[in-house]
């Protein structure tokens, strides 16, 4: 993003992008509200496939009496685990942005467009293979600056303890 955001409004753009973008306007306001819904939704994603592992560990009598109640206290307690992961490691921001360049940009760039050509290579045609690799190249790009980015910001972190 802050690639993007240097194209666009060169030396002058700010840390956060939506600072950048100009006031008043109508896009701008959007963008500044899916911009906050973002991590809600997202934490609601990730967090509910492991609320309903750990729903299935409960016992049936449990389940019988309550199901409402149990789901709110499991995933209130995951909410409070969480928060406190977050506040008990210094440098919590720069852990989250090494598995999100890590993982996310290699799960939802990289490996689709491996698999892709793995199973399709026969049938496409060149140029489209082209534009494949290029994203495939990108993707990598993208991961490799952004691991080496937060890598180096919690070493950094961890010269300041």
């Not at 750990?54 to 389940?63: G, T, Y």
């Not at 999100?100 to 892709?116: D, K, N, Q, W």
């Not at 293979?129 to 994203?135: A, E, Q, R, V």
């Amino acid at each position: 993003m802050a690639v993007v955001g240097f194209l666009m409004f060169g030396e002058s753009v700010k840390s956060q992008i939506t600072l950048s973008l100009p006031k008043g306007e109508i896009c701008t306001q959007i963008a500044i509200v899916a911009t906050l819904i973002n991590p809600f939704a997202k934490y609601a994603l990730t967090l509910t496939p492991v609320a309903a592992a750990l729903e299935e560990f409960l016992p049936r009598q449990w389940k019988t009496w309550n199901v409402a109640i149990c789901q709110i206290m499991i995933r209130s307690l995951l909410v409070a685990s969480t928060v406190g992961v977050a506040t008990a490691i210094p440098f919590f921001a720069f852990l989250i942005a090494f598995v999100g360049s890590f993982l996310s940009s290699t799960v939802a760039i990289t490996i689709p467009c491996i698999c892709y050509l793995k199973l399709f290579s026969e049938q496409i045609c060149v140029w489209e293979k082209g534009l494949i690799l290029f994203f495939l190249a990108f993707g990598l790009i993208i991961s490799i600056a952004g691991t080496y980015t937060s890598v180096c910001q919690i070493a950094k972190s961890l010269e300041l303890m």
